[in-house]
């Protein structure tokens, strides 16, 4: 599916990517879900987070947390209060460390509380885009606190590519079984 560039396109890539995660793991294999991620083994996968997450319920709170990172940074501009995307001290180019403070923060949350958190999250974002226009959502800079990019692109990247990369995650997990 081509990257959303509506509102409509955008809620229908939302809803249809959780949708598709849930489906995932209804239907992931019981040893699956009970085994400990590792891919270790695969060259291909290097980067940080495949490595940092260890299971389900770390996949579905990282899911969790940007979408308090969207909300938060939506309701405190409109509120008048400039903050940008990435709380402080992060930046884009230390995100990664920002994600393995999220993993340290769940790791006694329970999976039952890491889907709860996640679906009510996910609710909560569909109703905050639902609130704009398609224009608000996607002319770029139309608000000063974007910056050159649209707030479409940033619902974007914290809902359905997000869940594209949960699902590719836990299907590599699962076909290990």
């Not at 291909?44 to 979408?67: I, M, P, S, T």
């Not at 709860?116 to 002319?139: G, M, P, R, W, Y």
């Not at 990019?149 to 990247?157: A, D, N, Q």
Request: with cysteine; net charge neutral.
């Amino acid at each position: 599916m081509a990257r959303p560039a509506t509102k409509k396109d955008l809620l229908t890539a939302a809803e249809t990517g959780f949708s598709t995660l849930w489906q995932t793991i209804e239907t992931m294999k019981s040893e699956a879900l009970a085994a400990e991620f590792d891919f270790s083994a695969d060259e291909k996968k290097k980067e940080a987070h495949w490595g940092r997450d260890k299971n389900l319920r770390d996949v579905l709170v990282h899911l969790y947390e940007w979408h308090q990172l969207l909300l938060h940074w939506v309701r405190s501009n409109q509120s008048r209060k400039d903050l940008p995307f990435l709380p402080e001290p992060y930046t884009w180019k230390t995100y990664g460390e920002m994600n393995t403070a999220f993993w340290k923060k769940h790791q006694s949350t329970d999976l039952e509380t890491a889907e709860d958190l996640l679906k009510t999250s996910h609710a909560e974002v569909l109703d905050c885009i639902d609130q704009f226009t398609n224009d608000e959502l996607f002319v770029k800079k139309h608000f000063n606190w974007t910056g050159t990019t649209s707030l479409g692109s940033y619902c974007v990247s914290a809902t359905s590519s997000h869940y594209d990369w949960a699902v590719k995650k836990l299907k590599a997990h699962n076909r290990k079984f």
